[in-house]
């Protein structure tokens, strides 16, 4: 009975209270007095091969932990091997070029 009283009521307001006091007629709340009980997403397992670096360091397992640095060994270690034969093209280049003069 409040509620088709309501409507009524508020065609008496000014024109200009009209659209708040209407915005709170459809207002609705959800989840009063409740928990969440939903658990947070799982997610896939990090690997030394999957490891994009999207979770964080301390979200890590012990063994996820030893994946990724397992990973970011080789990956370094394979930069230090490409500038190491790099110098090394580059030096024997220009000794060959020594020998030729």
């Known amino acids: 009975m409040n509620s088709l009283a309501r409507p009524l009521s508020l065609l008496k307001c000014p024109p ?5 006091l209407a915005a709170r007629l459809y207002a609705a ?3 009063l007095g409740t928990t969440n009980t939903t658990p947070p997403p799982r997610r896939k397992a990090v690997t030394a091969f999957n490891d994009d670096g999207r979770i964080p360091w301390g979200d890590l397992t012990a063994r996820e932990k030893a994946a990724r640095t397992t990973q970011q060994t080789f990956n370094f270690s394979f930069i230090i091997l490409g500038a190491i034969l790099t110098v090394g093209l580059a030096d024997n280049g220009s000794s060959a070029r020594a020998n030729m003069a």
């Not at 200009?16 to 708040?20: A, E, K, Q, T, Y």
Request: no cysteine; proline share 12%; hydrophobic share 25%.
């Open 29 to 31: 709340q959800t989840g």
């Open 16 to 20: 200009s209270l009209r659209p708040i």
